[in-house]
């Protein structure tokens, strides 16, 4: 079992930045791909970065450039960080970790995790 805890949702204005976290416990932790999704109201989850084993980050097209997904050495909290927020980046944003055995998983950035954390809630006005 991983527990995953997130933090660091807010409001903010458009243009600004936020950096979540996500505290990860539990059995083997260092052996998790982990990623950040979001989702709306009404809309799919949403893969929006993830990182393997390697520490090899994989972004969705629409935060290229504006979000930086890292880990702390340990594997035991996932970071991502926003920049350049835009309305349409509203959305709960969560946490998950699934168990993968080699570099970039085709499936890092589908909803196809195992474990997820109960999400912190992201507004850009």
């Known amino acids: 079992q991983v527990q995953l805890v997130e933090s660091g949702g807010a409001s903010v204005q458009a243009g600004g930045s936020l950096r979540l976290s996500c505290a990860a416990s539990g059995a083997k932790a260092s052996r998790n791909c982990m990623a950040w999704f979001r989702q709306v109201p009404g809309k799919e989850r949403e893969g929006v970065a993830g990182?393997?084993?390697?520490?090899?980050?994989t972004y969705a097209d629409s935060v290229k450039g504006r979000f930086t997904i890292s880990q702390d050495n340990g594997k035991n909290t996932l970071y991502l960080q926003m920049n350049s927020l835009k309305p349409e980046d509203t959305a709960m944003y969560y946490c998950?970790?699934?168990?993968?055995?080699?570099?970039?998983?085709?499936?890092?950035?589908?909803?196809?995790?195992?474990?997820w954390g109960q999400g912190t809630q992201v507004t850009v006005s």
């Open positions: 998950a970790a699934e168990v993968c055995f080699g570099p970039n998983p085709p499936w890092l950035l589908l909803p196809k995790y195992t474990f």
């Open positions: 990182i393997d084993l390697n520490g090899n980050p």
